[in-house]
Nanobody
Protein backbone atom coordinates (compact mmCIF):
# COMPACT_ATOMS: atom_id res chain seq x y z
CA UNK A 1 0.00 0.00 0.00
CA UNK A 2 0.94 3.60 -0.55
CA UNK A 3 -0.04 6.32 1.90
CA UNK A 4 -0.27 10.00 1.00
CA UNK A 5 -0.20 12.67 3.70
CA UNK A 6 -0.90 16.32 2.92
CA UNK A 7 0.15 19.36 4.91
CA UNK A 8 0.19 23.12 4.57
CA UNK A 9 -3.47 24.02 4.41
CA UNK A 10 -5.01 26.77 6.48
CA UNK A 11 -6.71 30.14 6.50
CA UNK A 12 -5.32 32.90 4.31
CA UNK A 13 -6.55 36.31 3.23
CA UNK A 14 -7.43 37.03 -0.41
CA UNK A 15 -4.28 37.72 -2.40
CA UNK A 16 -2.20 35.62 -0.06
CA UNK A 17 -0.16 32.49 -0.63
CA UNK A 18 0.02 28.96 0.69
CA UNK A 19 2.27 26.01 -0.06
CA UNK A 20 0.83 22.51 0.13
CA UNK A 21 3.01 19.47 0.47
CA UNK A 22 2.29 15.77 0.10
CA UNK A 23 4.56 12.94 1.13
CA UNK A 24 4.10 9.41 -0.17
CA UNK A 25 5.20 6.51 1.99
CA UNK A 26 4.74 2.79 2.30
CA UNK A 27 5.57 0.04 -0.14
CA UNK A 28 6.53 2.24 -3.09
CA UNK A 29 8.09 0.77 -6.22
CA UNK A 30 7.28 3.69 -8.48
CA UNK A 31 5.10 6.77 -8.59
CA UNK A 32 3.95 7.99 -11.98
CA UNK A 33 1.68 11.01 -12.19
CA UNK A 34 1.19 12.94 -8.97
CA UNK A 35 -1.23 15.75 -8.55
CA UNK A 36 -3.63 17.88 -6.60
CA UNK A 37 -7.40 17.95 -6.77
CA UNK A 38 -9.88 20.01 -4.80
CA UNK A 39 -13.47 19.83 -3.72
CA UNK A 40 -15.49 22.83 -2.62
CA UNK A 41 -18.70 22.45 -0.62
CA UNK A 42 -21.53 21.29 -2.85
CA UNK A 43 -19.26 20.77 -5.84
CA UNK A 44 -17.56 17.83 -7.47
CA UNK A 45 -13.90 17.12 -7.00
CA UNK A 46 -11.87 18.81 -9.73
CA UNK A 47 -8.34 18.65 -11.03
CA UNK A 48 -6.02 21.44 -9.94
CA UNK A 49 -2.65 20.35 -11.31
CA UNK A 50 -0.69 17.24 -12.16
CA UNK A 51 2.96 16.50 -12.73
CA UNK A 52 4.49 13.47 -14.40
CA UNK A 53 7.64 11.81 -13.21
CA UNK A 54 9.38 13.51 -16.15
CA UNK A 55 8.30 16.90 -14.86
CA UNK A 56 5.61 17.58 -17.44
CA UNK A 57 2.82 19.57 -15.84
CA UNK A 58 -0.87 20.18 -16.44
CA UNK A 59 -3.01 22.87 -14.82
CA UNK A 60 -6.67 23.71 -14.61
CA UNK A 61 -7.40 26.94 -16.46
CA UNK A 62 -8.62 28.54 -13.24
CA UNK A 63 -5.21 28.26 -11.57
CA UNK A 64 -2.82 28.83 -14.49
CA UNK A 65 -0.35 31.58 -13.71
CA UNK A 66 -1.15 31.47 -9.99
CA UNK A 67 -0.34 27.92 -8.88
CA UNK A 68 2.86 25.97 -9.44
CA UNK A 69 3.22 22.23 -8.96
CA UNK A 70 6.57 20.58 -8.33
CA UNK A 71 7.86 17.22 -7.16
CA UNK A 72 10.94 15.62 -5.69
CA UNK A 73 11.18 12.08 -7.01
CA UNK A 74 13.91 11.12 -4.56
CA UNK A 75 11.73 12.11 -1.61
CA UNK A 76 8.40 10.97 -3.08
CA UNK A 77 6.93 14.39 -2.48
CA UNK A 78 4.79 16.80 -4.45
CA UNK A 79 4.16 20.44 -3.68
CA UNK A 80 1.64 23.03 -4.75
CA UNK A 81 2.61 26.68 -4.45
CA UNK A 82 -0.56 28.76 -4.49
CA UNK A 83 -0.32 32.52 -5.03
CA UNK A 84 -2.90 35.25 -5.49
CA UNK A 85 -5.49 33.17 -3.71
CA UNK A 86 -9.15 34.13 -3.93
CA UNK A 87 -12.24 32.96 -2.03
CA UNK A 88 -13.06 30.77 -5.04
CA UNK A 89 -10.01 28.67 -4.19
CA UNK A 90 -11.55 27.64 -0.88
CA UNK A 91 -11.81 23.86 -0.85
CA UNK A 92 -10.41 20.67 0.54
CA UNK A 93 -7.28 19.88 -1.43
CA UNK A 94 -6.40 16.25 -2.06
CA UNK A 95 -3.10 14.74 -3.08
CA UNK A 96 -3.24 12.01 -5.69
CA UNK A 97 -0.69 9.60 -7.08
CA UNK A 98 -0.61 6.71 -9.52
CA UNK A 99 1.84 4.12 -8.34
CA UNK A 100 2.96 0.56 -8.10
CA UNK A 101 4.11 -1.43 -5.08
CA UNK A 102 6.27 -3.81 -7.10
CA UNK A 103 7.48 -4.45 -10.65
CA UNK A 104 4.65 -6.92 -11.17
CA UNK A 105 1.87 -5.01 -9.44
CA UNK A 106 -0.82 -3.08 -11.22
CA UNK A 107 -0.77 0.70 -11.21
CA UNK A 108 -3.26 1.92 -8.63
CA UNK A 109 -4.72 5.28 -7.79
CA UNK A 110 -3.98 6.61 -4.29
CA UNK A 111 -5.50 9.54 -2.41
CA UNK A 112 -4.62 11.51 0.67
CA UNK A 113 -7.09 12.50 3.37
CA UNK A 114 -7.20 16.10 2.22
CA UNK A 115 -6.22 19.45 3.70
CA UNK A 116 -8.55 22.41 4.08
CA UNK A 117 -7.69 25.68 2.36
CA UNK A 118 -9.86 28.63 3.29
CA UNK A 119 -9.44 32.02 1.64
CA UNK A 120 -11.30 34.69 3.55
CA UNK A 121 -10.84 38.15 4.95
Amino acid sequence: QVQLVESGGGLVQPGGSLRLSCVASGNIFSLNVMGWYRQAPGKQRELVATIARSGNTNYADSVKGRFTISRDNAKNTVHLQMNSLSPEDTAVYYCNADGRTSMWAATLDYWGQGTQVTVSS
